[in-house]
Every structure is written in structure tokens, then in C-alpha cells.
């Protein structure tokens, strides 16, 4: 099974704003216009692990499932590597540089 790189797009209950996120999605569900319930940690999930109402903005490239699976949680090894780079976040760095 092959995935694509979609955008996806839900309206913020409290402001009406747009919110973005960017997921691999299976090909039979990567079609503009389609809205999806998606399963997902943190703070956009309701209590039972759903997110409802994901509207499919833009479909981009698209992988095979196995490629897509071993590179699934990649941003969060570098979201943790950059923090740990983050000026003054106990480095010593000072803020005027």
C-alpha cells in the first residue's frame, strides 16, 4: 500500500481559525475536498483518540507504506536534538547575540 503526504485542515471550535496538520495518509483516503475522522496523540485528540472533522486541503508526494512506517516519528528525534541547541535553555548563551 503506498501513502501520500496530505494536508489537512480543521476549523478551532473557539475561534472558527483554520488549523493545519500535515500527515501520511493512505492513498484511499488521500483525495481533496474528503473530511476524516484521524486518530492522534496529544493536543488535538478528544477523549477517545479521535480528532473529527479533518478536512483534506492538498495531497503531495507519495511513498511506499514500509519507507513511511520506518521514517514515521523522525521530526520528533530532531525537534528533541534542536531543543537541546535552543539558546537559553541552560547553555549559557546570552540573549543579546
Known sequence: ???KQCVLTRPREDTGMLTYHTAWLPERFAHVGLVLDI???GELTVQ????????????????AEEYVREHERDYRTRAEASDKF???KGLGIPRDR
Open 48 to 63: 477517545d483518540g479521535w480528532s473529527r472533522g479533518w478536512t483534506v486541503e492538498r495531497v503531495g508526494s507519495c511513498m
Open 1 to 3: 500500500m503506498n501513502y
Open 39 to 41: 486518530r492522534m496523540d
Open 86 to 88: 535552543t539558546p537559553n
